[in-house]
């Protein structure tokens, strides 16, 4: 063996040791981190007011079941609306547009009718209020379920009389 192929050697094993201590150091480096980033860091984020919102949130019930009559034959769901629900019920048809369905109805996005346009709305008042009482509750198209809210079917009936008003 040469001098030269010896001394390329020696540098290459050289080299060698050096990358793998820096990368051993650099995994013992993460380990640690990550150890000490799980005890911190979960702490946090399990006790952040939003994610304890979110929790809630999810594992609150929807619904309740209550017996009525004396014989058990009829059962009567009763939705239970979430804490904190009820400050958020608009008292009049004109909170509840303004709050929610001005954002599609005052400027058309996904097909809704605008306010003011009676071509869009004819057809619609022609089917009778139960029907677009019915189809506010349900949903209809593009629009979810009481325009998204959890609101109680008395304020979507009195949000359709006030758009209603706003439509002759």
Not at 32 to 42: E, L, M, Y
Not at 87 to 101: L, R, S, W
Not at 147 to 158: E, N, Q, S, V
């Amino acid at each position: 063996m040469s001098n030269a192929e010896s001394s390329d050697t020696h540098f290459f094993n050289s080299f060698s040791m050096v990358l793998g201590v820096l990368i051993l150091f650099a995994v013992v480096l993460f380990g640690v981190a990550r150890s000490i980033g799980a005890d911190t860091q979960g702490e946090g984020v399990l006790l952040d007011p939003l994610h304890l919102k979110e929790v809630r949130a999810n594992i609150a019930p929807f619904a309740r079941v209550a017996i009525a009559g004396k014989d058990n034959s009829a059962l009567a769901v009763v939705t239970a609306p979430p804490a904190g629900a009820a400050a958020d019920v608009p008292t009049t048809g004109e909170q509840a547009f303004m709050k929610v369905c001005s954002a599609c109805h005052s400027t058309g996005v996904n097909g809704a009718p605008k306010i003011g346009d009676h071509a869009a709305w004819a057809p619609r008042i022609a089917q009778g209020k139960d029907t677009l009482y019915k189809d506010a509750i349900a949903g209809k198209g593009n629009m979810p379920p009481k325009g998204g809210t959890t609101w109680p079917d008395a304020t979507i009936r009195m949000t359709v009389d006030y758009m209603l008003s706003l439509n002759k």
